[in-house]
């Protein structure tokens, strides 16, 4: 198992001007870890969404990488995405399943057939062009940089370590529901200057 800490190390160091989708846990993570917070799209009052909002901007912006940090349980939620996604083959976007084999900052309620599915299985089934699978924090370090320089649509699953807590938050508030937007309103103007 992976720690979270280990695993944003490993994508910040790979991400050079990526612009990052996270999903729940993984977006208290990255925050601490992201050098290009300007670059960065949290969607944890969408739940689900990552996918399909990174999707939507590898489309719009196909010379820049778009590295979604999916959950699990989020992935489920929206697991058509997948094949929306490669119906279009995006060459720009990688996408990081956190397997935490849990629903953690609800109070880590199981997921459904944990520890039993089989993600990059999924992935190459609905088209994707490659699919990895981590357990391990030295392979994840070694072969990313290799995997980072193909062309996607490419799944890599990671199997992380649970932190469970409920003070992560999707916490309905007029603030935090502006975050998304405001991050969306950075990203634009960046990839517009660029
Ligand atoms: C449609 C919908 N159903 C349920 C929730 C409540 N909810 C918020 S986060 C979450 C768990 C997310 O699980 P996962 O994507 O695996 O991320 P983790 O919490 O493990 O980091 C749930 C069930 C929600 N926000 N939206």
Redesign the pocket.
């Given at each position: 198992m992976i720690e979270y800490e280990d695993i944003a190390a490993a994508l910040q160091r790979e991400r050079g001007d990526a612009v990052v989708v996270t999903?729940?846990?993984?977006t208290k993570f990255w925050k601490e870890a992201s050098d290009r917070p300007e670059l960065d799209i949290p969607t944890n009052n969408s739940?689900?969404k990552a996918s399909s909002v990174g999707f939507g901007i590898a489309l719009g912006a196909p010379d820049r990488k778009v590295i979604v940090q999916?959950?699990?349980?989020?992935?489920i939620?929206n697991l058509g995405s997948l094949i929306t996604v490669a119906g279009k083959s995006p060459k720009n976007f990688y996408h990081v399943v956190?397997d935490?084999g849990?629903?953690?900052?609800?109070g880590g309620q199981p997921?459904a057939n944990s520890g039993a599915i089989d993600w990059p299985a999924i992935a190459l089934g609905s088209g994707y062009k490659a699919a990895y699978s981590f357990e391990d924090t030295e392979e994840l370090a070694t072969e990313l940089p290799r995997i980072m320089s193909e062309d996607g649509p490419i799944l890599i699953r990671v199997q992380v370590k649970?932190v469970i807590t409920t003070n992560l938050g999707?916490i309905q508030t007029w603030e935090s529901n502006a975050v998304m937007p405001a991050q969306m309103r950075s990203v634009k103007a960046e990839l517009a200057a660029s």
């Open positions: 999903a729940m846990t993984q739940m689900g999916d959950g699990d349980g989020s992935l939620m956190f935490n849990v629903y953690a900052i609800t997921i649970p999707v």
